[in-house]
């Protein structure tokens, strides 16, 4: 079974500038999740998606941060303009719900340098 | 507010002996309880869970741990491998957030030869 793809793996930019991240999920999982991971700390989530609809983005910059899931399917995460305190690993997770079952797995993230 | 807490920043032990990683939750609508490890430039992996209605969940040689009363869980390693040094999280689902998870900050787990 495929697991979760990120793009790109690493990214380097200056602040001001935008940036884009892409997710595939695992085939069949409902729930998508995006979370950001500040050197020394957990993952803490951006936003959660079901299909193609946003459950949670509580914890979601929505002044520079916007996700969206086309179709139920892939995932983008934008930041536009970033800051020097977005550099963080991005990391994109996917689950089939169901009670006691919806573990999470995880992509291999995406690095950002905002310099 | 640090609702799910690991102390201990960074464990080492000795291949063969028992590693024990330890959490604690302030949240008590906290019903689901996960056990992620991580590789450097890697995501998170899966690696054991517990639901709070349990008190232990075992799969090989990972056993994790739940005291409700205590707000404390544990995950145990027995043996210890060198493959098995990673950077732990524990993380915990709150009943009324629709699968959201909230982590800890991880503890490097180091083993020796």
């Known amino acids: 079974e495929a697991g979760v793809a990120q793009s790109p793996r690493y990214k380097i930019i200056e602040k001001r500038q935008s940036v884009a991240f892409w997710c595939n999920p695992i085939s069949g999982h409902a729930t998508l999740y995006w979370y950001q991971q500040i050197l020394g700390q957990g993952p803490k989530l951006l936003i959660q998606f079901q299909n193609n609809g946003v459950v949670d983005d509580s914890q979601l910059p929505k002044d520079r941060f916007s996700a969206e899931r086309l179709k139920g399917v892939d995932s983008t995460l934008k930041i536009q303009p970033a800051k020097l305190e977005d550099s963080a690993v991005y990391l994109c997770?996917?689950?089939?719900?169901?009670?006691?079952?919806?573990?999470?797995?995880f992509g291999p993230g995406t690095r950002l340098t905002v310099l | 507010d640090q609702q799910v807490k690991q102390n201990s920043p960074s464990l080492s032990v000795q291949e063969g002996r028992i590693s024990i990683l330890n959490c604690d939750y302030t949240n008590s609508m906290f019903d689901y309880f996960l056990w992620y490890k991580k590789y450097p430039a890697e995501g998170p992996t899966f690696l054991i869970s517990i639901s709070s209605i349990k008190d232990k969940n075992e799969d090989g040689r990972f056993t994790v741990f739940l005291n409700k009363s205590a707000k404390h869980l544990s995950l145990h390693i027995v043996p210890s491998q060198p493959g098995d040094s990673a950077v732990y999280f524990c993380a915990a689902r709150d009943t009324g957030t629709a699968s959201k998870l909230t982590f800890g900050t991880g503890t490097r787990l180091q083993v020796t030869l």
């Open positions: 997770a996917s689950s089939f719900p169901g009670p006691y079952t919806d573990t999470q797995y």
